[in-house]
C-alpha cells in the first residue's frame, strides 16, 4: 500500500488534535475588521461578493414529488442569502436517473431535488436564483453523476436492480451486495446529461455549476483509481470521465460559465485503517486510491478542460468522519490541504482558461470569523465555505461584519439535525437554531402576544432559556428557575472535554443571551432555586413551561454504591474524582459514556473501556460522530465491549456477561454505517445468545447508562393546578438531544 506522508501526518493528528497545532477556537473578535473576508473576488465572468461561500448540505425532502424545489427549499436559502453569504451552492443534485438505480424509491418518487426531469422543475429553480440575487448572493447548482455505491441498495428489492459503479464495488450499506460496473456506454449518457444540466441551469439564470467529485460518490468512484479498476474502454483512464464532464458543460455553456468542482486530496483509506485494509473484505479492493501528486496532476486537467475553482477536503464515506467533521474534529482541520493545492497551482503557474488564477476554497469547521480571516490573511485559501454554521446562525456573514461575534449561535457539531435527520427520513435541521428548514412557516420576527403573561420557566438548560428568549420577544415577563449555581443544564456536563469545544463555545452563547435577557427587566433568574410547587402556585403565575431535564438511570447492580463509582457527568465535570484511578470501566456506550472514555484517554492518560448491552457502540448517533470517536478510541488502545451486561461492581473488578457469538458485530467498525431500525438487512447474520460471565480489571467504575425524564415537577404542578396552563418540554418530556429540545422550546414559547 502507498501512503502520503501529510496525509498520514494529519489523519494521526486528529485524536489528540490539541497536541498538534490546532487552536480551541472562540467567536472572539481580534482581527476584527475582517477586511479580507468581505473583500470581493472574480470567478470567470462572475464577482462575488465576499470570500463565503455556503456549503452545500444535502437538500433532501425539500422538493416536491416531481423534484421541484419547494416553499421550504426556497425559504431556507432566502434566509442564508439575506445573511450576507457571497455564493450559495445547492446541495447535490443528480442527474443520471435511469442509470444510478440507487436514486429512485418506490413508486418513481426519490427525495432529490430535480434539474433533469421536465420544464415542470424549472420554475423552483429559477425562483431560487432570482431570490439569491436579490440579496446580492450568487447561486451555484451542485451536479452529482450519481451515487453509485454509496446510495441506496434497496434498489435490489424494489426494482430488482444492482446499484451500479466504476467497477464491481461492495456497496457501503450492505458490503454483501455488489454494485455493478457500469458501461462506457452508460457513463457517456452521464456526461450529455451533465452538459443538458448545466445548460438548464445557466438558462434558470443559475450562476454556474458545482460538480460533486469528492466523498466517494459516483465521480469518484469513475475518477479515482480506488473504486475504477477498469481494464479497457475510455473510462479505463480514471481522469476522463471528469474531463469529459468539463468539456461537455463548456460546449453547451460556453467559456464564461463559472464551474466549480468539489474534490478530495485524498481518500485517506490507507493512511486511516493501515493494515485493516489488507485484512477486510469490504477495504480490501480500495488500497490504490489516487495519491496526492496523482490528484494534483487530475486538478490540472480538469483546469485546462475548463474548471474555475475548487474546494479541497479529505476522506471519503469510508471514513465519513473526515469529509464530515464531526464536533469532536479540530477546527480549520483541512486548511493545510487547502494550502497545499494553492502552493501547488502558484508554484505550477495555473491559470484557468479566463486567465484568473484559480480559487482555493478552504472547508472543515471554520465557523469562527477569526479563524476564517487569519486562514486567508495567511494565504492558506482564497474563500472560505461555511456549510453547518450557516444552519446554526444564517445572519453569521451579516453579524460577523459588524463585529457582533458574540451574537453568532455556534454550531456544535452535532450533526443531529443536518445529517442525522435526513438519514432517519426527514429533512436538514438544526439544533441550535429551531427556524432552520422551517422560514416558510415561522417568521424572522417573534409575533408579539395579544395578551402578556406572566411565566415560570422551570429549567436554565437549552430548552428552558430558549423557550425565555421567544417569550419575551412575544412581550411576556418571565421567571426562571435553576436549581444548579450557573445555567447550562446537561452541557455543563457536555462541555469540559476537549473535543466538546462547540458545546463550550454554545454555552458561551446562552450565557450572553441570558444576560440580554436581564437587561430588558423582563427575565428574572433564581439561580440555586429548586421549583416547588407551593412556591410557584403562590406566584400566580399564568403560564408554566417544565424544562427540568433529566436525572441519570441508576439500575439494581451489585456493588452499584460502592465508593469507587461515578457517574459520568460528575467525572466530566471533575475529573478529579478519578484521579488515583487507572483502569476505568466505562458502563454504558452511548455518547456521554464514549466520550468520557475518549476524555480519560486522552485528556488524562487513563486506561478506560466500555461496556455497552446493545450490539452497537454509540448507536443513533450520526455516523460522522461515532466514526471518529471510535476509531481513535482504537487508535488508543480503548477496549470497546459490545453486547455486554454489567452482573457486578467490585473494589478492584467488574463482573460482566459478555456475548461471545461468531455474529456479535465488530465494535470498531466504522467503514460501514449502522443501517436505520426501519431497514431490514435480509443478508444480517443475527447473533445468538451466548454469553460468558468474565471478571475485568477494574480500579473505577464510571456509569453512563443514560437518562430518564425528570418529569416529577411537572405532574404535580398540574394536580395542584399551579396555572392555567402547565407544559413540558426538552429532556423532562422526553431524554434525547439538544436538537428535539429546543425544537420543542421555541415551537410551545410562541405558541404562549
Request: aromatic fraction near 8%.
Amino acid at each position: 500500500m502507498k501512503f502520503d506522508k501529510k496525509v498520514q501526518e494529519l489523519v494521526d493528528s486528529y485524536g489528540d488534535w490539541w497536541n498538534h497545532g490546532f487552536d480551541i477556537p472562540k467567536m472572539t473578535k481580534k482581527l476584527y475588521p475582517y477586511t479580507h473576508l468581505f473583500s470581493p473576488i472574480k470567478i470567470n465572468s462572475i464577482t462575488i461578493k465576499n470570500r463565503i461561500v455556503m456549503g452545500p448540505m444535502g437538500n433532501i425532502n425539500m422538493c416536491d414529488e416531481t423534484g421541484r424545489p419547494n416553499a421550504k427549499m426556497l425559504k431556507y436559502f432566502e434566509a442564508r442569502a439575506a445573511g450576507g453569504v457571497g455564493l450559495i451552492t445547492s446541495g447535490l443534485i443528480p442527474i443520471s436517473y435511469g442509470i444510478d438505480k440507487s436514486l429512485i424509491e418506490l413508486g418513481d418518487l426519490t427525495y432529490f431535488p430535480r434539474i433533469d426531469r421536465s420544464r415542470t422543475v424549472f420554475a423552483g429553480w429559477r425562483d431560487l436564483a432570482e431570490i439569491c440575487h436579490a440579496q446580492g448572493a450568487k447561486f451555484f447548482i451542485q451536479l452529482t453523476p450519481g451515487l453509485g455505491r454509496v446510495g441506496n441498495p434497496q434498489c435490489l428489492i424494489t426494482q430488482k436492480k444492482f446499484p451500479r459503479s466504476a467497477s464491481n464495488n461492495p456497496s457501503w450499506y450492505i458490503p454483501q451486495i455488489p454494485c455493478l460496473r457500469l458501461s462506457d456506454h452508460s457513463l457517456k449518457k452521464i456526461v450529455k446529461n451533465a452538459g443538458q444540466a448545466a445548460a438548464d441551469a445557466k438558462a434558470s439564470n443559475i450562476d454556474g455549476v458545482y460538480l460533486h467529485g469528492h466523498e466517494g460518490y459516483l465521480l469518484e468512484q469513475i475518477t479515482n483509481p480506488a473504486f475504477n479498476r477498469r481494464k479497457l474502454g475510455r473510462y479505463a483512464n480514471y481522469e476522463q470521465f471528469g474531463i469529459d464532464i468539463i468539456k461537455e458543460i463548456r460546449k453547451r455553456c460556453g467559456a464564461k460559465y463559472p464551474i466549480m468542482y468539489r474534490i478530495d486530496l485524498s481518500l485517506a483509506l490507507n493512511e486511516t485503517y493501515k493494515d485493516t485494509m489488507n485484512k477486510t473484505k469490504s477495504l480490501k479492493k480500495f488500497r490504490n486510491g489516487r495519491s496526492i501528486e496523482q490528484t494534483l496532476k487530475y486538478m490540472e486537467h480538469l483546469v485546462e478542460a475548463g474548471v474555475d475553482i475548487f474546494d479541497v477536503d479529505l476522506g471519503c464515506y469510508d471514513n465519513w468522519w473526515l469529509p464530515h467533521p464531526p464536533s469532536s474534529m479540530p477546527a480549520g482541520c483541512f486548511l493545510e490541504i487547502a494550502k497545499m493545492v494553492k502552493e501547488h497551482f502558484a508554484t505550477a503557474k495555473i491559470k484557468a482558461n479566463s486567465g484568473l488564477e484559480v480559487p482555493i476554497v478552504g472547508v472543515g469547521k471554520l465557523g469562527y470569523p477569526d479563524l476564517a480571516e487569519k486562514s486567508l490573511r495567511d494565504n492558506k485559501c482564497d474563500m472560505v465555505m461555511l456549510a453547518r454554521p450557516l444552519l446554526a446562525d444564517p445572519e453569521w456573514p451579516n453579524k460577523a461584519y459588524r463585529g457582533e461575534n458574540e451574537d453568532i449561535i455556534p454550531c456544535i457539531g452535532c450533526q443531529e439535525g443536518c445529517l442525522n435527520e435526513f438519514v432517519e427520513g426527514g429533512h436538514p435541521q438544526c439544533a441550535v437554531n429551531p427556524r432552520t428548514a422551517f422560514e416558510e412557516e415561522l417568521s424572522k420576527e417573534i409575533p408579539p402576544a395579544d395578551i402578556k403573561k406572566k411565566v415560570a420557566v422551570i429549567g436554565a438548560g437549552p430548552a428552558g432559556i430558549t423557550a425565555a428568549e421567544v417569550l419575551i420577544k412575544r412581550g411576556h415577563t418571565v421567571t426562571i428557575f435553576e436549581k444548579n449555581k450557573v445555567i447550562g443544564g446537561q452541557l455543563l456536563a457536555g462541555s469540559k472535554a476537549k473535543i466538546k469545544y462547540g458545546i463550550a463555545n454554545y454555552l458561551i452563547y446562552l450565557e450572553h443571551v441570558v444576560n440580554k435577557l436581564k437587561a430588558t427587566g423582563k427575565l428574572t433568574l433564581l439561580l440555586n432555586t429548586e421549583a416547588k410547587v407551593e412556591n410557584i402556585k403562590a406566584e400566580n403565575f399564568d403560564s408554566i413551561i417544565v424544562s427540568s431535564g433529566a436525572h441519570n438511570n441508576k439500575f439494581t447492580i451489585k456493588g452499584i454504591d460502592n465508593k469507587n463509582v461515578f457517574f459520568a457527568v460528575d467525572v466530566l465535570i471533575d475529573p478529579q474524582l478519578v484521579k488515583n484511578y487507572n483502569k476505568i470501566a466505562v458502563v454504558g456506550g452511548g455518547v456521554v459514556g464514549t466520550e468520557t472514555a475518549y476524555m480519560l484517554a486522552y485528556e488524562f492518560n487513563k486506561q478506560p473501556f466500555v461496556i455497552e448491552m446493545d450490539k452497537y457502540i454509540m448507536n443513533h448517533v450520526c455516523t460522522a460522530n461515532r466514526g471518529h470517536i471510535i476509531h481513535y478510541l482504537q487508535e488508543k488502545n480503548v477496549k470497546l465491549y459490545n453486547m455486554t451486561r454489567c452482573l457486578e461492581m467490585k473494589e478492584h473488578s467488574i463482573v460482566v456477561a459478555q456475548n461471545i457469538d461468531k455474529n456479535v458485530p465488530n465494535p470498531y467498525l466504522t467503514w460501514n454505517p449502522i443501517l436505520p431500525e426501519n431497514v431490514n438487512n435480509p443478508l444480517a447474520k443475527n447473533p445468538k445468545d451466548k454469553y460468558v460471565t468474565k471478571e475485568l480489571e477494574a480500579d473505577a467504575i464510571v456509569l453512563a447508562m443514560g437518562v430518564s425524564p425528570n418529569c416529577k415537577l411537572y405532574y404535580d404542578l398540574v394536580a395542584a393546578n399551579a396555572a392555567p396552563e402547565i407544559n413540558l418540554i426538552g429532556d423532562a418530556f422526553k431524554s434525547a438531544k439538544v436538537h428535539q429540545a429546543t425544537r420543542a422550546a421555541y415551537r410551545k414559547a410562541r405558541s404562549i
